[in-house]
Structure formats: C-alpha cells, structure tokens
C-alpha cells in the first residue's frame, strides 16, 4: 500500500500558494500567534497553558515556512491545527450560510439573464432548507 511518505521521514515542500494567499494566512497567524503570546503571560488563567505553547509553536513554523517559502512535512500539529483554525473560522463567518446565500441569489440572476443551463453549485445549502 503506497503513503504519501513511505519512508516517514521528514521532507521539505514548496509553498505553492498565490501570493494573495500567503499574504492573507501570514495576516492570520501572525494575528492567532499574538494572541496566544499575551494569553501565555498569564498561563495560570489559560485551561491548558501546553496546548496554547504548542499552538504558538505551530503558527511560528507556519509562518517562518510562509517567509522562506518552504515547509517541512509531515507536520502532523499543523495539520490538526489548521484543520481545527478552518472549521472554527467557518462556523464563526458563517460559512455555509454565506455560501448558500450567494449561490441563491447567482444562481437567481443566472435565471433572470436568460441562462437556462445556470445551476448553482449546491455547496452547503441542503442544511438551510
């Protein structure tokens, strides 16, 4: 059975992301990353000070990783974190509901120009029906 890393070792990738995009992930960690250093001046406050310390950890690989454009993998903590950084900042935008709203009304002045093969890309908005 083939892996993406047969041999589990480490190995050093390319970011190859639009510069728009890097410019917008190094705005973000860099904001997540200050706001966990001031958390961690009082620890004692913070549910799990470790977890905080290893998140920061994560941001400052990241972002070290979008400067120099290259980033070691497999990161595993990355990849949990980010995941974890996606799904919250979806449910806090209000994602879904953002994306059925526009494919809504795309797809209703789709119909309104004349297209009659228009379909909008059904991406989420079943759970607003």
Not at 35 to 41: H, K, Q, T, V, Y
Request: with cysteine; charged share 30%.
């Amino acid at each position: 059975m083939a892996t993406k890393n047969p041999t589990g070792g480490e190995r050093v990738a390319s970011v190859d992301l639009p510069v728009e995009h890097i410019a917008i992930l190094r705005d973000r960690l860099a904001s997540w990353l200050e706001g966990l250093r001031d958390d961690l001046r009082f620890p004692e406050r913070l549910e799990s000070p470790e977890e905080a310390r290893r998140e920061s950890q994560v941001y400052e690989r990241l972002l070290v990783g979008l400067t120099s454009g290259e980033i070691a993998l497999p990161d595993e903590a990355a990849r949990v974190t980010i995941e974890a950084a996606a799904e919250a900042y979806d449910r806090e935008s209000n994602y879904a509901e953002i994306t059925a709203s526009h494919d809504a009304l795309r797809g209703l002045l789709s119909l309104l120009e004349g297209d009659e093969g228009c379909s909008a890309s059904p991406v989420l908005a079943d759970s607003f029906r």
